[in-house]
């Protein structure tokens, strides 16, 4: 059974910078083809791609976030990490983290998303 | 950078009718990379439609998908209350990796 889930710090001021951990379990980031990412999305919105890492530790990311996002993995915890550094309010979302195998690139599970709000 | 537009944004359906919603890229992409999502308020997007035809685990056969090149669609063939909600196309790209469209949100006439 495949399950993922998001946690991160809730409430954050603006400058920080937001730490979010994604535990999965039920498939392993050592396989070759497996991929995990990052999307968000602000209440009522949309959602936006952030970031993905392969199973190889190639990295993608959002052009337009790029220099703010850092992402990482720890295969032997079952764990990826994202990184937005220099936040500010419209960074405020419902952040997600979903699997994405290598065969149509489609994100076939997806975590239960942590709310993150940025505020003085 | 290839944008992805979908419509309408907001439709009302009444139970019983077909539906259909369109996905339209910028540019001409790969059938095999365009997905469908569903979301329903409160809960996480799930997988739908893969590759532009799949059903994903699941989703009831009244739901089919089509499309290439640049046009896509999702169609429902009865609407059912369950299937209220919004609907979400996403591409894999090459450069850069992944969009998603606006989402068209499907409620009850």
């Known amino acids: 059974q495949v399950t993922l889930k998001e946690s991160g710090p809730g409430i954050l001021q603006p400058s920080q910078t937001l730490s979010l951990t994604c535990s999965f379990s039920?498939?392993?980031?050592?396989?070759?083809?497996?991929?995990v990412g990052w999307i968000r999305q602000p209440s009522g919105k949309g959602l936006e791609w952030l970031a993905h890492?392969?199973?190889?530790?190639?990295?993608r990311y959002n052009p337009a976030l790029k220099s703010r996002l850092t992402i990482s993995k720890d295969t032997s915890s079952n764990q990826v990490f994202l990184k937005i550094a220099s936040v500010d309010t419209a960074d405020t979302a419902t952040y997600y983290c979903?699997?994405?195998?290598?065969?149509?690139?489609?994100?076939?599970?997806w975590g239960q998303g942590t709310s993150v709000t940025v505020s003085s | 950078q290839i944008v992805l537009t979908q419509s309408p944004a907001i439709m009302s359906a009444s139970l019983g009718e077909r539906v259909t919603m369109t996905c339209t890229a910028s540019?001409?992409?790969?059938?095999?990379?365009l997905h469908w999502y569903q979301q329903k308020p409160g809960s996480s997007p799930k997988l739908w439609i893969y590759?532009?035809?799949n059903l994903a685990s699941g989703v009831p056969a009244r739901f089919s998908g089509s499309g290439s090149g640049t046009s896509y669609s999702l169609t429902i063939s009865s609407m059912e209350a369950e299937d209220a909600a919004t609907y979400y196309c996403?591409?894999?790209?090459?450069?850069?990796?992944?969009?998603f469209g606006g989402g068209t949100k499907l409620e009850i006439k």
């Open positions: 890492i392969w199973w190889d530790d190639d990295k």
């Open positions: 590759s532009t035809s």
């Open positions: 540019s001409s992409v790969s059938s095999s990379y």
């Open positions: 039920g498939f392993s980031l050592s396989t070759s083809g497996m991929g």
């Open positions: 996403h591409l894999y790209h090459r450069s850069p990796p992944m969009t």
């Open positions: 979903a699997r994405m195998p290598y065969d149509y690139y489609a994100m076939d599970y």
